[in-house]
């Protein structure tokens, strides 16, 4: 192992810090939650102990996922050599044949009546994380030749900084709509009937409350305020904050295909965290699990798609590019929340249904859901020729301190 000379660059050490705290702070959740499951096991709640360990399995997933950054960048500050610049081996791909093999265990362990809780958690683990992996090596060997250091670095960013900063915006700009709400709840007489509907001392019929409930949420106010909400702002402000990887570069002379590579890359953390953390357990995880897959596929395509558009604006001015890139980015992401969140309204069951155009949506669903899923895909792999007609095979790194 070779001793370097050279003083570790800030980047690395941050990048230890992030990781570090990251394991540390997962880990410690993990403890937590394994622990309120063992109480909840004692004192025979079931329910409540799958999801303080379903919760958990995520938690020690994330640790787990740091670990390969604070390893890499700790090298780097004991005075080691960094590893060079190049592309995963294929031997990575091994892991890959497992993925049927978690779908299959998570289908037994959440089918009904099975209720197995641990091997729920487990295929949870495996079936976030695998996906990930493979786009992953996808865009890696594709793209421009990076140092490990480098490569997880981006990772570490869509996994920690990422999420915290997306779910930080989001319900800054949630709470004025919530007050709205409250106000409409005091101030309208179909309000008013709502809320003391939904009042727990209410001697109303629980079943004509929630038909009641649930035909406002199907209302056009309602579906305006959750369709704004979920479909635009929740993609604006995710596409933009999924650029953070690339930010600390964009000074340095990032390549477009660099840029493209390390937002794809910061994309599959942040789908990392989401898959372990959006997915439910129960019956329907099967359906849930597969079409993550695609919304993974999804985020790393439109992160991937935001950063170069963010370069080409900063670094070569070329703004009618940055905005071209960012409106590609929030369309597919907002068609594809659109979609789901109109999968998830049409299930409702009661007797008010969708309006037409909603209706025709749902019905519509699952193929636009796989239309998206498909240009993802085509995108990653066909991006590199348009944004690099003449491939400089030379290895490139930004995160190294000076030679």
């Known amino acids: 192992m070779t001793i370097g000379s050279r003083r570790p660059s800030t ?3 941050l990048l230890f810090i992030t990781a570090g705290f990251g394991i540390l702070l997962a880990g410690s959740a993990f403890l937590v939650l394994t622990l309120l499951a063992g109480l909840a096991v004692g004192q025979a709640d079931m329910q409540m102990a799958g999801l303080a360990l379903w919760t958990g399995a995520g ?3 994330v640790a787990l996922a740091l670990a390969p950054a604070a390893y890499l960048s700790g090298r780097i500050l004991f005075g080691e050599t960094p590893r060079p610049p190049g592309r995963p081996s ?11 093999v978690f779908l299959a265990l998570g289908a037994a362990a959440n089918s009904e009546g099975a209720g197995n809780v641990l091997f729920a958690a487990l295929a949870l683990v495996g079936t976030a994380f695998l996906p990930v992996l493979l786009i992953g090596w996808v865009v890696r060997r594709l793209g421009p030749a990076i140092t490990p250091v480098r490569s997880w670095g981006h990772f570490t960013v869509g996994l920690t900084g990422m999420p915290l900063l997306a779910l930080t915006l989001e319900a800054a700009l949630l709470l004025p709509l919530l007050i709205l709400l409250a106000f409409w709840l005091v101030a309208t ?3 008013a009937e709502l809320f003391a509907m939904l009042d727990p001392g209410s001697q109303m019929d629980p079943e004509a409350a929630t038909e009641f409930a649930m035909s406002f949420l199907q209302s056009p106010l309602a579906l305006a305020g ?3 909400y979920v479909a635009l702002a929740i993609p604006a402000i995710e596409e ?18 660099e840029a493209f590579l390390g937002g794809a890359l910061g994309g599959a953390g942040y789908a990392l965290f989401e898959a372990l953390f959006l997915t439910q357990p129960g019956e329907v995880w099967l359906i849930t699990t597969l079409a993550r897959a695609g919304a993974t596929l999804l985020h790393v395509f439109t992160a991937a798609l935001a950063s170069w558009g963010l370069l080409e604006g900063i670094h070569r001015r070329r703004f009618g590019i940055t905005v071209a890139a960012f409106a590609v980015a929030i369309s597919m992401h907002g068609l594809w929340n659109l979609t789901a969140v109109t999968i998830g309204i049409s299930t409702v069951p009661v007797d008010a249904g969708l ?12 193929a636009l859901l796989a239309c998206l899923t498909a240009i993802s895909a085509l995108g990653l792999i066909s991006a590199w020729r348009v944004l690099n007609p003449t491939p400089d095979r030379r290895p490139s790194d930004s995160i190294l301190p000076p030679g």
Do not use: C, E, Q
């Not at 294929?90 to 049927?100: C, D, M, S």
């Not at 933009?240 to 295909?257: H, Q």
């Open 355 to 366: 309006p037409a155009t909603l209706a025709g949506l749902a019905t519509l669903a699952p």
């Open 90 to 100: 294929a031997r990575w791909l091994v892991a890959i044949a497992g993925y049927p």
């Open 189 to 191: 007489p179909d309000g």
């Open 240 to 257: 933009l904050v999924k650029t953070m990887a690339v930010w600390p570069f964009l000074r340095r002379g990032l390549s477009p295909t």
């Open 11 to 13: 980047l690395a050490t």
């Open 226 to 228: 959750i369709y704004g």
């Open 59 to 61: 938690m020690a997933a």
